[in-house]
């Protein structure tokens, strides 16, 4: 079976640092893509960031510059660094496969339990 696990939220005050990580297991690993997505009270599921099989990174515009993906296949392991965290990044966080990436929650076929992140002083 796919599974997918986040883990590494927290709280943390703005200004401050998390890393995300997403260990998978049942498929093979190398040859899929990892998204990262994020779910605030009252607002819908968004993508924010995803690694290709081939290493492509990308990042939508409100995580750009701040966050950083990254996979370890050797582990089955992808992470996301979250530097200069803001409150408006208070979410849910899931990580997702598929073959392809897309910041689309529909285009992604399996997920994760998310990992809750809290930005607050």
């Known amino acids: 079976d796919v599974q997918l696990q986040a883990s590494g939220g927290g709280l943390v005050q703005p200004g401050g640092s998390l890393r995300l990580s997403c260990a998978a297991s049942?498929?093979?690993?190398?040859?899929?893509?990892i998204g990262w997505f994020r779910q605030a009270p009252g607002k819908e599921r968004e993508g924010i960031s995803c690694i290709s099989s081939g290493d492509i990174t990308g990042y939508v515009d409100s995580v750009e510059g701040r966050f950083t993906i990254s996979r370890d296949n050797a582990k089955n392991t992808v992470y996301l660094q979250m530097n200069v965290l803001k409150p408006e990044d208070t979410a849910v966080y899931y990580c997702?496969?598929?073959?392809?990436?897309?910041?689309?929650?529909?285009?992604?076929?399996?997920w994760g339990k998310g990992t809750q992140v809290t930005v607050s002083s």
């Open positions: 049942g498929f093979t690993f190398d040859d899929y893509a």
């Open positions: 997702a496969t598929d073959r392809y990436c897309s910041y689309s929650p529909r285009d992604m076929d399996y």
